[in-house]
Structures are given as C-alpha cells and as structure tokens.
C-alpha cells in the first residue's frame, strides 16, 4: 500500500522535477509581478502595436485581456484594436500564414502559452539579445536563438547593434557588442519596457494555466477519494478470507 502510494506521489510531481531541471540556459533573470497593473497594461500596449501584426495570441479576447488589466472599453478601442472590430473577438493577427511563410520561412508561433514553453526568463533575454547580422535574410541575429527568423521589431527603441566574435578552437564565442545607430531608450529603460512586454506575456498563459491547477485539484482529490474506497474495500474483502 505504502509503496504503490509513493509511486503515485511520484507520477503527479514529475512535470514539476521535469520543468525545474529544463533550465541550463544562460539567461537573465526577470522580476514578474502579476499584481503590477500598470506594468501589465504597458506591456499589452507593446504587445498589440508590435507584435499581434506577426503573431496571435489565440486563447485571449480583446474583452478579457481589457476587463483583467482594467482598461476601459474606449482606451481599448482607440489605442489597443488595430486587427479587430470587436472586443469580443480573440487576438489573433491579420497575417495570413501562407505570406507569411513565404516572408520568414516559418509561421510566426502563436504567443499565448510561450510564457510556459520558454519561461520568462528566457522571453525577457531573448527580447534583448537581438543584433544587426548582414549575413542573415532578415539582416538580423539573436545571441539566444541563432539564425532566428524574426527580425528585431523594437530596434528603434533598443538601437542597432552589431557583435564581435571571437575565434576559438574554430567556434564562435561572443565577445562584445558594437555600438551602432543609438535607440531612442535609455538601455534601463528599454529593459524596463521589455519586463513590461514579458509580464504580460506571463498574464496571457495564466488564464490557461488556471483551468489546469482546477482540473489538477479534481483529479488530486479523485485519486485520493479512490485510494481510500480503495484500501477499505481491500480490508473489507480480506476480512472475509481471514
Ligand atoms: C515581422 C514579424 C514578427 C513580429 C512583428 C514579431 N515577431 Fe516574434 N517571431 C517571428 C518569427 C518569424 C518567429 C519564428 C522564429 C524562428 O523560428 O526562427 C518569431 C519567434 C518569436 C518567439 C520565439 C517563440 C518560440 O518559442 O520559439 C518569441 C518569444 C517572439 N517571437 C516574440 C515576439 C514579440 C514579443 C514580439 C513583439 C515585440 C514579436 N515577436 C514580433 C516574427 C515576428
């Protein structure tokens, strides 16, 4: 009995062991503050005007996101709809997959649970490791994700920068960036606008992530109600034998 219920214990906390030891990238770390209103509604700014034209987020509604985040249906409207016409339709881009399959060789992924897949950490250093790379068809380069298809959409506010490599053993390792045409943000402010976009990022995978924890908690409580029908239909049983 004792040993069959630790294997269970064991099989229900194994995503968790699993997802804790997926993490050996170099990355920079971010602070999420789900509770940062402000924070989230800046980042959802970000997310619609330079994002949503590549990239859906397919499980969230206009509504929704604005109701959550305590924006007004007018502020939603003027500033935060450009690829739909009503609050009720889901954020989805206006891109068709086919051009876009064509323009980058890839169909941008939908955004919505990114947050989980990758983490945040790895979303926030992504963001910011983008450089200018002549040899690539987009002209630019990720130090996270080499040979990415996505160019580097807010290079007006981080600026365009290039990296030197150097030559070791014949592998490429970063050295330095190189400084080219400024950005219109301070580097602080261009990481605070990227921790933004990344909390709201975190936001959008958290309605999805609720229904798992509720549909988890059913299941949890099944097992346990069954383990103990269980047990005492087994003594119930065995008493008879005896
Ligand atoms: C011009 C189109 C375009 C825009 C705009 C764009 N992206 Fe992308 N993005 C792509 C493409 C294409 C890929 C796939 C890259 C690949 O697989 O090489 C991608 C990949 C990504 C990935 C990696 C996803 C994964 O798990 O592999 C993230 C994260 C991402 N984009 C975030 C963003 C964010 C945040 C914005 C807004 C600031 C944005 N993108 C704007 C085209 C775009």
């Given at each position: 009995?004792?040993?069959?219920?630790?294997?269970?214990?064991?099989?229900?906390?194994?995503?968790?062991?699993?997802?804790?030891?997926?993490?050996?990238?170099?990355?920079?770390?971010?602070?999420?503050?789900?509770?940062?209103?402000?924070?989230?509604?800046?980042?959802?700014?970000?997310?619609?005007?330079y994002c949503l034209s590549c990239h859906s987020a397919a499980y969230m509604r206009y509504e929704r996101m604005a109701s959550d985040l305590g924006i007004s249906e007018q502020l939603l409207k003027d500033n935060l709809m450009f690829a739909a016409d009503k609050p009720g339709e889901l954020m989805v881009t206006t891109m068709a997959p086919t051009d876009a399959k064509q323009w980058f060789g890839v169909v941008p992924p939908d955004l919505s649970l990114t947050a989980r897949s990758r983490g945040p950490d790895w979303i926030y250093t992504y963001l910011r490791?983008?450089?200018?790379?002549?040899?690539?068809?987009?002209?630019?380069?990720?130090?996270?994700?080499?040979?990415?298809?996505?160019?580097?959409?807010?290079?007006?506010w981080q600026g365009t920068r290039t990296v030197h490599f150097e030559e070791v053993d014949g592998n490429k390792h970063f050295e330095s960036f190189v400084a080219g045409v400024p950005g219109q943000m301070t580097e602080s402010e261009y990481n605070s606008t990227i921790r933004d976009l990344t909390n709201f990022m975190v936001y959008l995978a958290e309605p999805a992530k609720l229904v798992r924890y509720r549909i988890g908690f059913w299941v949890m409580i099944f097992m346990v109600v069954f383990i103990v029908l269980s047990y005492t239909l087994k003594k119930e049983y065995w008493r008879d034998v005896h």
């Open positions: 009995m004792m040993r069959k219920l630790l294997i269970v214990i064991a099989l229900l906390a194994s995503p968790a062991l699993a997802q804790a030891s997926s993490n050996n990238e170099n990355l920079d770390s971010v602070h999420i503050d789900l509770a940062d209103r402000l924070s989230l509604q800046k980042g959802a700014n970000t997310f619609v005007n490791s983008f450089y200018h790379d002549e040899s690539t068809p987009t002209g630019w380069n990720n130090l996270l994700f080499p040979s990415v298809a996505m160019p580097h959409v807010l290079h007006q």
